[in-house]
């Protein structure tokens, strides 16, 4: 029997409205999830590792600015870009992250080089850049991440003392935008059956103190396991760190014998208690089933289980 490959991939949960989009950036978007479908896909179809296709999937994500990784990650009250990325692989459990990496062009792209070329897990900040540099890894001048719609939301908040998420800012270059957790993951099955899952983010507008979001911590952001799932998650950091989301998920069919739809609609639904909008993720199974689980009233996201057939979607119906 065969083995359906898979791979899913989000841009992000919030209040996505289709009040607040053109034709224009909706198609902008989509078009964004579907290069990074195809990506991935290409590699599953390959006979690829699942690994390398989530990278692919993220890094294309991470070089486009509509979305909050890499290139177009939003300002630290600091006028600096501080990513975070993460990557795990389900047949071996092993995993590497990164976090507050200021000039790396590709955060995924380090973390799955932590993955591979080290015995950690987590490498943060200047040691991190020193393990680019020593992994060939390429590294840019901070101006790369640099976008005007990101700066002026920055400059909107900067004095308010709060750190924001990708909110609403109304420019004469810009139109206004709604509101998302600015992050981007992709979970992919391949061939073998392995599973995978990678997540990117440059985290809150106007953050502070070196703050680390979910996204790069295992077991919380991201997580992959091939005796239950792999998932990446975007939402509110704090509540998804606290309730160990992406784990749980995994948890609740391990020891409960859940399916994955019902493991992730549970998860949704506890953390629904606590935050009635903090986000939401994407999951997939080694038997080929997947979620696309949230509690906000959109998400950008998508998959592919055939070649060339992307399917992208933004609002909650």
Known sequence: MSIPVRILVHGGAGTILPSAMTPQSEAGYKSGLARALSAGYALLAEGAPALFAVEAAVKVLEDNPL??????????????????????????????????????????????????KSDFVMLSGEGAEKFADLQGVKRVDSSYFYTDMRYQQLLAIMDSGKAKLDHNVDTA???????????????????????????????????????????????????????????????????????????????????????????????????????????GLIALDAAGRFC??????????????????????????
Request: glycine letters at 12%; aromatic letters at 8%; proline letters at 3%.
């Open 292 to 317: 696309l689980e949230f509690n906000t009233p959109g998400m950008y996201r998508g998959f592919m289980v055939e070649a060339g057939k992307a399917e992208t979607f933004i609002y909650r119906d």
């Open 67 to 116: 979305f909050n990784a890499g290139k177009g990650a939003v300002f630290t009250h600091d006028k600096k870009h501080e990513l975070d990325a993460a990557i795990m692989d389900g047949n071996t459990l092993k995993a590497g992250a990164v976090a507050g990496v200021t000039h790396v062009k590709n955060p995924v792209e380090l973390a799955l080089k932590v993955l591979q």
């Open 173 to 279: 270059a810009q139109p206004q935008r709604t509101g998302k957790f600015g992050t981007v993951g992709a979970v992919a099955l391949d061939i073998h059956g392995n599973l995978a899952a990678a997540t990117s983010t440059g985290g809150l507008t106007n953050k502070r103190f070196g703050r680390i979001g979910d996204s790069p911590i295992i077991g919380a952001g991201t997580y992959a396991n091939n005796k239950t799932c792999a998932v990446s998650a975007t939402g509110n950091g704090e509540t998804f760190i606290r309730n160990v989301v992406a784990y749980d998920v995994s948890c609740l069919m391990e020891y409960k014998g859940l399916s994955l739809p019902e493991a992730c609609k549970t998860v949704i639904e506890k953390i629904h208690l606590q935050d009635p909008e903090c986000g």
